[in-house]
């Protein structure tokens, strides 16, 4: 039962254009959802965040959205560069006793062509 | 100011025999995370400890897994009489704090990948 999904499992992208990352999630007791990013043979590294009483945050380049009504976020990325191609992952965790529990996507494997 | 350290960062066992691995958070963090990563998957939380004491193992196999974090010395996560299903990237993290506000802090190894023949 997965209750953070990343569907697309790569996204291609030119240098200087926008990416668009989405990630869906079914628990409605999710209330704040982060965005890592991973190198090959690296571990995760924390990149923006967001609480549900939020719609939209912004950090630089990266602007994570969130819709509440269709469980549904995105991180948008622009302008992209070939540096940012990696893997990102989206994580959700919900109000409680529980909230340093991180649940995650599959990842979405971003290249940013040059 | 070294970050989360792993150890091995690989390790490849046979099947039937153990495996440890080690992590040492960073300096001033006290609450140490494991996570497991299958091929092709997501990071599936595993266990969350702090010094001397297992908080939550809500997410670790009910057998053959098990993990300490010592008054002195890393946190280690114990696999006995390893299968191939096991193969995967163990990752630990470490933060100052379980706060909420401090989520995003939370600080990754680079992992430790197990291999198993």
């Known amino acids: 039962d997965q209750q953070v999904k990343q569907n697309s499992p790569s996204l291609s992208v030119q240098e200087g254009r926008i990416s668009i990352l989405n990630c869906d999630y079914t628990n409605s007791m999710f209330d704040y959802f982060l965005w890592y990013k991973k190198y090959p043979a690296e571990g995760p590294t924390f990149l923006i965040s967001i609480s549900s009483i939020k719609d939209k945050n912004e950090d630089g380049r990266f602007t994570v959205f969130l819709n509440k009504s269709a469980k549904h976020l995105s991180l948008h990325i622009v302008p992209s560069q070939p540096g940012d191609s990696a893997v990102y992952f989206c994580a959700a965790s919900a109000l409680g006793d529980s909230s340093y529990k991180l649940i995650f996507g599959s990842g979405t494997r971003l290249l940013v062509r040059p | 100011n070294a970050g989360v350290m792993q150890n091995p960062r690989h390790l490849v066992r046979r099947r039937g025999q153990e495996a440890r691995l080690r992590c040492s958070p960073m300096?001033?963090?006290?609450?140490v995370y494991w996570y497991r990563q299958l091929p092709e998957e997501g990071l599936k939380f595993m266990v969350y400890?702090?010094?001397?004491?297992?908080?939550?193992e809500s997410g670790m196999p009910k057998e053959r897994f098990s993990a300490e974090f010592p008054k002195e010395g890393p946190s280690i996560l114990r696999i006995q009489q390893v299968v191939r299903g096991d193969s995967a990237a163990y990752f630990c993290a470490s933060s100052q704090s379980a706060s909420r506000s401090n989520t995003g802090e939370l600080f990754f190894g680079e992992g430790s990948r197990l291999t198993v023949l």
């Open positions: 300096k001033g963090h006290s609450h």
């Open positions: 400890l702090q010094k001397e004491n297992i908080i939550d």
